[in-house]
């Protein structure tokens, strides 16, 4: 009997597994669900594809004694026990990347979308009413973004806002290189100032740090908050810790400011977003992520005034929907060959 490997993600290609791999022999085996009984165990799988649907248990990893690589097909592994899996002899990937491109189109989208208004006019031209000055879109070019994360996606972000006349404030976090891969930028203010970006210099005569025109690194969460007209949050999520923009950053932001979210939904505490919503303290906001997904019909954020939602499809395009299962397929290949695999989390 050949090896297995086994595709639990409900979005994934046994196809675009395939082709990742290449001649490797192997069985591709697709998964409905992890379950118990819902995935083939026993020392013949040597491979878990698993998307952030799919959580990895202890109980799996005991009926999979062969394990030598799980492959997460999504950027983040909040999903994946890493230290649990390493522990145990196996490699730990992600599909870091995969979607960046995709992402950073996405925000842009929501920033130009929240500035200008464009879901505002349509849904009060749709109810008859044909009135400019009820929304008041405002001017693009010169408003100020404020990035709190800045590693791929964040400065992919930048790049685009910066193209559309954009002033860019970017909080790279408390412990982490502006240029690092990933980041956990604190909620407040304490800690050490954040190293800035690579390439990043001091302008003359004023102590700010840019990473590239148009782009100013800021050390304080609180000082980007003060100065943002929009917030957009691209950090991690933070298994243990709370919000990054709490009750607390919230009540801190400018009025009149926006705030976007396309990070994961425990990053930002709606319940306050929706208050300084109703109290009108901030002017609107674009959640493409949110902490239940989807939301049950009675979720107060399906109520919030002033607010574009997405359902979590920041990440979308045809070539995303396919890249992660090829690269996943590469990194098994990469493992069984004895070869390390690309965008590693964790190793054995």
Known sequence: M???VVLADPFGSVDDVRRGLGPVEVDVVAADAIAPG???SGAGVVALLVGPETP???AHLDALPGLRIVAATSAGTDHVPVEEV???GAWVTSAAGYCTDEVAEHTIALVTG???GTV??????????WSVPEVRPRRVAGSVLGIVGFGAIGRAVAAHAVALGLRVLAYPGPREPAAAGSQRPSATDAGPSAAPATGSRPVAGTGVEVAAPGVEIVAQLGELLARADVVSLHVPARPGAGPVLDAEAIARLRPGAFVVNVARGSVLDTTALGAALRDGRIAGAALDVLPVEPPPPDDPVRAFPHT????HAAWYSAEAAVRPYVWAGRAVADVLAGRVPERVVGRP
Not at 120 to 129: K, M, N, P, T
Not at 308 to 311: A, F, Q, W
């Open 308 to 311: 574009v939602l997405s359902p």
């Open 56 to 58: 990895v248990t202890t």
């Open 2 to 4: 050949r090896p297995q």
């Open 120 to 129: 505002a006019l349509d849904r009060a031209v749709r109810a008859g009413r």
């Open 38 to 40: 819902a995935i083939p």
């Open 86 to 88: 390493t522990a145990r």
């Open 114 to 116: 929240l500035l200008r």
